[in-house]
C-alpha cells in the first residue's frame, strides 16, 4: 500500500511525543511493507531510516499543491496528524484519494478552552468548516477512547467513522536494564529510592502535584528523591514551587535529554510517576514506556489508561488530582520492592502483547486498507442501467 503520511506540524528533531509517534509510526509502516512518503516541518535529515522524506513548503497553498504532487498517481490513501484536516482534505478533492485522519488528543484540554459548545458559538465558521472537512474523511483514528468520545460528540460524526489505534513503545529502544548500573551511568546514589517522571512539562501533566506528593513522602522517607525529565511551558512554575516547599535537594530538574537516553532515566527508578489532571484524554508514550521497561506506576486513572494498567497488573492507580492518594501509592510501592518488581514485569508483558509500535502501525494499516479497498470498490462499481 502507497500512504501519504502528512504531519507538516511536527518537528522530528525535537524528542517531544508527536515527533517520536511520527517517527516510530512511519518506520514501522514501513517495516511492514507498506511504502510511505512522509511530509514534516523537518530536514530531510532526520527521516525514519528508509522512509521518503520531504519538508513541508511555508505556504498553505503550496503545501497543497506539494501534496498534491506526491500523491497524485501513486498514493492510494492519505494519511493525516493534524487538529484539522485541511491539507488532506484539500489533496484529497484534488485527487479523489480518499483521506484518514488521526487525532492525538482534545485540543480544547491542552489550550484549556472550554469544549466544543462554546467552540462552535466563538468561532462558528472554524467549526463549521472543520465538521465539514471531518465528516469528509473515510475514517478517523483515535489514539484513546476519550478522544474518540470526545471527537464524537463535538463534531456530531458517525460511530462507525472513528476507531480507537493506541500509541505504542519502542520495545528494542526501551527494555529493562540493570537498576544500579543505570544509577551509576546518571551519578544518582545507588541506595536512594528514586521517582522519575517523564514528559512534557505542561499544565495538563499534573506535575505539581507529585511535589506535592513529595513533600509527605520525605516526613516519613529522607532518602526519596524525584527525577523531571523533560521540559515544558510549566518548568518555571515548578522550579518556584520546588523553592517555595523546599524541595531543591530532593528533586532533580533534568531538562531535555535524547530520547535514546530516557530508558535510562526510567531504569535507574524505583517508581515511575504519570499523575495527570481530571478529564484528561489520551494515550500517553511514557506510560507504555515505563512498562517496556519493566518499571511500576502510579497512575492518575483517566481515559482508558487506568484500567488498561490495572487489568494488566503494571501498577496503582488513583483518582486524579488526589494527592495524599497519590503519596499513598507510591509510598506502598517503595515499601514493597517485590509487589513492586512483580507490576513492572507484568507491564512489560502487557506491552509486548498490545502496546507496542507494531501493533499501531498494523492497526493504522487495517484502517488504510479498508479505506482503499471501499474506495476501489466505488470506484469500479458499474453504473445502473435501466431496463
Known sequence: MNILFLAVDVDLKHDRGDAVHVRELARELGNGGHRVILVTGTSPNDAPQGIRHFTRPDSDPSQVLFGWELASGWADVIYERRTSPKLSWSISRLTGIPFVLEVNGVLADERRDSPGERTRRARPFKYWARRLMLKAASRIVAVSGGVRTDTLSTYGLPTNRIVVVSNGANLSEFHPQDRMSCRALLGLRPHDRILCFVGNLAPWQGVDLILRAMKRLILTDEH????????????????????AMNLTAFVRFEGNVPHAQVPKYISASDVCLAPFRQGRKASPIKVFEYMACARPIVLGGVDALGDFVLNSGAGLVVEPEDVDAFATAVKRLLSNPSEAHAMGLNGRRAVESARSWEATARGVADVLSLVRAQASRKKHRSPRTSS
Open 224 to 243: 526519596v528523591r524525584l527525577i523531571l525529565v523533560g521540559d515544558g511551558p510549566e518548568i518555571g512554575r515548578l522550579r518556584s514551587l520546588a523553592v
